[in-house]
């Protein structure tokens, strides 16, 4: 591809030369064997990245898009996107996850790592309390999902004080990051971890089911730490997200497998797959999976019990986000958007990854509840079938227990890089890293062009 100009021309993009770091002109094209970003750089010439390994998921996810909803606005347009980051008057989605980094220290020193985490220091309290503060104002008091991250943010000595003030500000959902090395170990923490029941959960950075995985991935062997923290986890009954970075050549053949066992743990609420991204620590050779990619190995690998179809793009983001739900029915967990065109329900489904279906079931007053999904009249129907009779006069403590041990989430979320940029990508990006200084930035932006400029804080 490329000289010969054998493909469809989809779309015009903006786009980055990795070389240079510079804007030049792309193309969005794509053949038989996928979806490419093919750019002009005037100084380094033409070159292709990889978009999406799947042509018919990248042709139709557009008809799952939807306009993004307004925000504030912390900076002004001047050297124009990525670069005005905060958000600046060019961005086109709201925040549906707020990241923040509450430490760069961490107990390990992933490969992989984004944030090149190692050394460093904490943020205190004061200056967190101002961060939590900034997004729920920016969000106009409404701020929905929070993720307190690092680094590993279970090494700061206010760790559950901070997960506390959180709880404490409204924020819909608290999610605390996690390698799970203390989580394993300190029986106590967890028990504290499960006080927070109800909007809150742990995402467990977990890539594999063997020590060869992790040690490729993450320097050393973990298998039996990862499934020590998931069963404290279980134990005391804390929600839990499996997040497993994807590496080509190393676990994108054991996806399946990964979704399997986690279906098979009592307090396992889901996984999310995120593709490797070039940015941050990693320094292997680069060799792309993209979501589609990871899509086609779940069907492939889960022998039916999983489908392409079943998932849907995300309107807050369908160039980056895919998910599905699936209900326990007879032992076995099948998905609820199976056998549905989902895309003419994308106006009824809010910009935003709050999993309004959990949410709701936990707090059922109503048997006419519709789950943010008002005219969704087979899906309400799928869905109520499996809530047990006298669900809704049970306690908000038994809801919860149904839910967590009933419902399964499958995600995908993947990331701008300076190879694959695609401006309306980073223009849509709705996971936005809230800064010190109080500014929203997109995650993929943040990494790649302005992390730099935060090192004060940390070191």
């Keep these: 591809m490329g000289k010969k100009r054998d493909y469809v021309y989809d779309s015009y993009t903006r786009t980055m030369c990795p070389e240079c770091m510079e804007l030049v002109d792309g193309k969005i094209v794509y053949d038989t064997n996928g979806a490419y970003i093919l750019r002009q750089c005037p100084t380094h010439g033409e070159s292709l990245e990889l978009l999406e390994e799947d042509v018919n998921w ?4 557009s008809d799952y898009d939807k306009p993004g909803t307004a925000s504030t606005c912390q900076t002004k347009t001047d050297k124009g996107c990525p670069y005005d980051c905060g958000l600046c008057p060019s961005h086109d989605q709201h925040t549906c996850i707020g990241l923040m980094e509450i430490t760069r220290r961490c107990d390990m020193s992933c490969p992989t790592c984004f944030a090149e985490a190692g050394k460093g220091r904490d943020l205190d309290l004061g200056t967190i309390e101002k961060m939590m503060d900034f997004y729920m104002a920016s969000e106009d008091g409404k701020a929905e999902i929070l993720q307190i ?14 997960i506390s003030m959180a709880k404490g500000k409204g924020f819909k959902y608290v999610m605390l990051n996690t ?42 062997q973990l298998l039996d730490v990862k499934k020590r923290a998931i069963a404290n986890l279980g134990k005391h009954g804390v929600p839990t997200t499996l997040v497993c970075t994807v590496d080509k050549g190393i676990n994108d053949g054991i996806i399946g497998q990964l979704l399997l066992y986690g279906m098979d743990e009592k307090y396992v609420r889901g996984v999310n797959f995120q593709p490797v991204a070039y940015f941050g620590r990693y320094s292997g050779e680069r060799n792309r999976i993209t979501l589609s990619g990871i899509l086609k190995r779940i069907e492939e690998q889960t022998g039916g019990l999983l489908k392409m179809s079943d998932f849907m793009p995300l309107p807050c983001d369908v160039d980056r986000v895919a998910l599905t739900y699936l209900f326990k029915e007879n032992g076995s967990f099948i998905p609820i ?3 549905k065109d989902m895309s003419q329900y994308r106006n009824l489904i809010g910009n935003t990854f709050v999993f309004t279906l959990e949410d709701t079931l936990k707090t059922l007053k109503d048997e006419d509840a519709t789950f943010g999904l008002t005219d969704c009249c087979d899906l309400l129907s799928d869905i109520k079938r499996h809530i047990p009779k006298g669900f809704i006069f049970k306690s908000r403590e038994n809801k919860m227990k149904f839910v967590d041990e009933n419902t399964f989430r499958i995600s995908v ?6 190879w694959n940029f695609d401006m309306k990508s980073i223009q849509k990006d709705c996971v936005h890293v809230i800064t010190p200084d109080q500014k929203r930035m997109p995650f993929s932006a943040f990494n790649m062009l302005h992390r730099g400029r935060y090192d004060e804080y940390y070191l």
């Design 58 to 61: 990248h042709i139709h996810k």
């Design 149 to 162: 991250s690092g680094g590993e943010p279970t090494m700061h000595p206010e760790i559950l004080r901070i």
């Design 179 to 220: 390698n799970g090395l203390r989580i394993a170990e300190d029986e106590k923490f967890v028990e504290a971890l499960g006080a927070f029941k109800g909007g809150f959960e742990v995402y467990l950075q977990f890539d594999g089911l063997d020590d060869e995985v992790y040690r490729r991935m993450r320097g050393r």
């Design 337 to 339: 958007t199976r056998g």
């Design 413 to 418: 979320s993947s990331f701008v890089d300076a």
